[in-house]
T-cell receptor, first 117, second 112 residues
């Protein structure tokens, strides 16, 4: 079975500060990992994804994440926060090649990012 | 076209009404999904269609009835809903089961 834990339901940073949103996963086989962002009253937008290959993944809006197998982590970072980054962020995992229904996307509980001026 | 389009964006319905939500994608994706999202919670999977056939029903009440008329279109028919069914309903698609999901912007449903 696969699972995702997002540490911190709410993260607050100042504008221009580093953004770090934590995500740890559990999977018995190599996972596919995703970060989605959700702005108020909108759907989910894919920020970035890791499937195979390079472990440092760059996404939209200046975000990046690093897959660390030894730490079972996929933390999301951005060097300098903007006011427009304020949103809910979801980490998700699936294992589409492992059979059964593991292609289903399993979400973490989400982290609300607020950016202070 | 790299989008999943959902209509309507907002819907208010009474408990005795029948309504439908529509989802459309033209990316050639063969898997489509319905999710339900309550406030401040992650999305919860409701249904999965793969190659136009229902693959998964996550024990969803029969007052929700999905339909996949063709590979580009996914409907969710609603009948006799309860106020607790009020939520954001999200449609998603992927090239095949799993891999990257593209989500629509959702339908905000209010049951009165």
């Amino acid at each position: 079975a696969q699972s995702v834990t997002q540490l911190g339901s709410h993260v607050s940073v100042s504008e221009g500060a580093l953004v770090l949103l934590r995500c740890n996963y559990s999977s018995s086989v190599p996972p596919y990992l995703f970060w989605y962002v959700q702005y108020p009253n909108q759907g989910l937008q894919l920020l970035l994804k890791y499937t195979t290959g390079a472990t440092l993944v760059k996404g939209i809006n200046g975000f990046e994440a690093e897959f660390k197998k030894s730490e079972t982590s996929f933390h999301l970072t951005k060097p300098s926060a903007h006011m427009s980054d304020a949103a809910e962020y979801f980490c998700a995992v699936n294992t589409p090649n492992s059979g059964g229904s593991n292609y289903k996307l399993t979400f973490g509980k989400g982290t609300l990012l607020t950016v202070n001026p | 076209d790299t989008e999943v389009t959902q209509t309507p964006k907002h819907l208010v319905m009474g408990m005795t009404n029948k309504k439908s939500l529509k989802c459309e994608q033209h990316m050639g994706h063969r898997a489509m999904y319905w999710y339900k999202q309550k406030a401040k919670k992650p999305p919860e999977l409701m249904f999965v269609y793969s190659y136009e056939k229902l693959s998964i029903n996550e024990s969803v009440p029969s007052r929700f009835s999905p339909e996949c008329p063709n590979s580009s279109l996914l409907n969710l028919h609603l009948h006799a809903l309860q106020p607790e069914d009020s939520a954001l309903y999200l449609c998603a698609s992927s090239q095949d089961l799993g891999y990257g999901y593209t989500f629509g912007s959702g339908t905000r449903l209010t049951v009165v």
